[in-house]
């Protein structure tokens, strides 16, 4: 079953671009191709690891959202699309996904999450969400110094990246599945510039720094519940939202000072963020995952 409504903002490539982005959703299906392989070779198909799970994912119409949504699908759970804005590249992603529907909601919007976790329980049953990421966020791009930055910009920064991210998981704390055959997963995108510093990013860095407290003082709080509770911080990736505002010049910058002498890719991402989702990840909680090919 595949259900739409109105939709969010995180975009598409530009065409200089999309044969990486290509690349990218190649690789999110690995897991869907495993067990399409095992049933066409007469073999039974493992179960996925995340069937009979419901995720909510924020931010998940485009860039590295979307990616964490499609990789959650192809690992069997059911997932809700949030977004705030780019309503057709939500809908079309809920019409992709085979058990998946699209939320319109302002995730600095108290009445928005909730909204979000109705919807999850509206749409898949009672009990769910099991997995919940908050990923929307928006960066100015700008990227003035922090003398330069406007108090609108710093305020919207703050609702969107650190208050939105607290909406998301004070809702999860309190509605996720406790104890049972497996807890709940919470997990945050933060970034890695909370560890890099650069300049142009004070009030982004900052918004993101908060989250990163705060999950990893959750992570303690819900202690007993077996909820996990954990930050994925990409590195420079591959989106419409790191390219915003960027020369060629400077792009070409980032990558140089990267080992890997690229940018990361949105599959690298949301294989990471998959795996924190599953039981096996059981014992991984209150960290923070720096993904970013050893940039910090």
């Given at each position: 079953?595949?259900?739409?409504?109105?939709?969010?903002?995180?975009?598409?490539?530009?065409?200089?671009r999309k044969h990486r982005t290509l690349h990218s959703l190649e690789r999110k299906?690995?897991?869907?191709?495993?067990?399409?392989?095992?049933?066409?070779?007469?073999?039974?198909?493992?179960t996925p690891p995340l069937a009979g799970r419901v995720a909510i994912v924020t931010?998940?119409?485009?860039?590295?959202?979307?990616?964490?949504?499609?990789?959650?699908?192809?690992?069997?759970?059911?997932?809700?699309?949030?977004?705030?804005?780019?309503?057709?590249?939500?809908?079309?992603?809920?019409?992709?996904?085979?058990?998946?529907?699209?939320?319109?909601?302002?995730?600095?919007?108290?009445?928005?999450?909730?909204?979000?976790?109705?919807?999850?329980?509206?749409?898949?049953?009672?009990?769910?969400?099991?997995?919940?990421?908050?990923?929307?966020?928006?960066?100015?791009?700008?990227?003035?110094?922090?003398?330069?930055?406007?108090?609108?910009?710093?305020?919207?920064?703050?609702?969107?990246?650190?208050?939105?991210?607290?909406?998301?998981?004070?809702?999860?704390?309190?509605?996720?599945?406790?104890?049972?055959?497996?807890?709940?997963?919470?997990?945050?995108?933060?970034?890695?510039?909370?560890?890099?510093?650069?300049?142009?990013?004070?009030?982004?860095?900052?918004?993101?720094?908060?989250?990163?407290?705060?999950?990893?003082?959750?992570?303690?709080?819900?202690?007993?519940?077996?909820?996990?509770?954990?930050?994925?911080?990409?590195?420079?990736?591959?989106?419409?939202?790191?390219?915003?505002?960027?020369?060629?010049?400077?792009?070409?910058?980032?990558?140089?000072?990267?080992?890997?002498?690229?940018?990361?890719?949105?599959?690298?991402?949301?294989?990471?963020?998959?795996?924190?989702?599953?039981?096996?990840?059981?014992?991984?909680?209150?960290?923070?995952?720096?993904?970013?090919?050893?940039?910090?």
């Amino acid at each position: 079953m595949s259900k739409s409504s109105p939709i969010d903002s995180n975009s598409v490539v530009p065409t200089r671009r999309k044969h990486r982005t290509l690349h990218s959703l190649e690789r999110k299906m690995d897991a869907a191709a495993v067990v399409s392989a095992a049933a066409s070779s007469g073999q039974p198909a493992a179960t996925p690891p995340l069937a009979g799970r419901v995720a909510i994912v924020t931010g998940a119409s485009r860039g590295i959202g979307r990616a964490i949504a499609a990789h959650l699908s192809a690992l069997g759970a059911s997932v809700v699309v949030g977004y705030a804005s780019s309503t057709a590249e939500a809908d079309a992603l809920a019409a992709e996904l085979p058990r998946s529907v699209a939320v319109k909601a302002d995730v600095a919007d108290e009445s928005g999450v909730r909204s979000l976790f109705d919807a999850a329980e509206s749409a898949f049953g009672a009990g769910a969400p099991h997995i919940v990421v908050a990923n929307a966020a928006v960066l100015d791009d700008k990227y003035p110094t922090l003398a330069d930055t406007a108090t609108a910009d710093f305020d919207r920064t703050f609702a969107v990246n650190t208050r939105g991210a607290f909406l998301c998981l004070r809702e999860a704390a309190n509605r996720l599945p406790r104890g049972g055959g497996g807890g709940g997963r919470i997990v945050a995108i933060t970034s890695s510039v909370v560890g890099s510093h650069p300049t142009g990013y004070s009030a982004y860095t900052a918004s993101k720094a908060a989250v990163e407290a705060m999950v990893r003082t959750m992570a303690k709080e819900l202690k007993g519940t077996r909820i996990t509770a954990n930050c994925v911080a990409p590195g420079a990736t591959a989106t419409d939202m790191f390219f915003a505002g960027k020369s060629e010049e400077r792009v070409e910058g980032i990558k140089a000072t990267n080992p890997m002498e690229r940018l990361g890719e949105v599959g690298d991402i949301a294989p990471v963020v998959g795996f924190l989702c599953t039981d096996a990840a059981e014992w991984v909680n209150g960290q923070v995952i720096r993904v970013n090919g050893g940039y910090v």
